[in-house]
């Protein structure tokens, strides 16, 4: 047992001094899967300045913490571990949660972007000028991406950077399209822009109108899948209190058993979720 959580205390170490020595320079092309996975999952959900090095680093610690935790609780090395299991996906799972509320809330800000835009152009500005101006007068959470859009094209001069420095940092399907809507109208230019923008403010308000009833619709289900595998763990968790009961799990036949019903619970929890959610818009266009 002294050697496991050595190994855990090790690992998270490791971790949080690779943090602070690995080369800024490395970009996304050298990145690997986790890196590149974190990275994304932390510009979804609108967090900056933390890489993902720190991010991996906090799920350890997390994990570390909830194995501890648990063990000291109840005594038993495989009630800790899947415990500890649980703690490091949290850091996962909030930043999930908080880029599933951005992307909706987005969602809904798009077509009253979009003609913001299309206004702003019919008044005479260009559309460069058009997108600046979002971040004066554009809706409140969207403002920071366009305000610093305009600090970057005045700064260089160049619109496709700029363009593809927002959409990095817009991290949202739905951007994705209204930015290379917009590239594709300041390349090919002609008097067809307003009626873009028009067309496209209508598709992005008809569908985000669509999908916030069918997920509405959907949502029972969703939420029955947290309760339902929550449940058990809740009740393992109580019992953990109880010494002379949880000792029962302290043997390799308990952790087999805890084992097979973490992983029963996980395939059924990710295939009521798959049955009962929406499918996430996916960034085709980054």
Known sequence: MGLLLGLFFGIGLLLIIWTFVAPAENGPAGDGRLVARSRELLASAGVEGVTPGAFVGACVITAIVGFVVMFVVSGAWPIGGVFGLMAGGLPVALLRSRARKRLAEFRELWPDVVDNIASAVRAGLSLSEALAQVGERGPLPLRDPFRRFGADYASTGRFADSLDRLKARLADPVGDRVVEALRIAREVGGGDLGRLLRSLSTFLRDDARTRSELESRQSWSVNGARVAVAAPWLVL??????????????????????AIGAVVCLIAYRVMLRIGRLPEPERVLR
């Open 237 to 258: 968790a109580l019992l953990s209190f109880q010494g002379d009961v949880i000792q029962r799990y302290n043997s390799p036949m308990g952790a087999l058993i805890i």
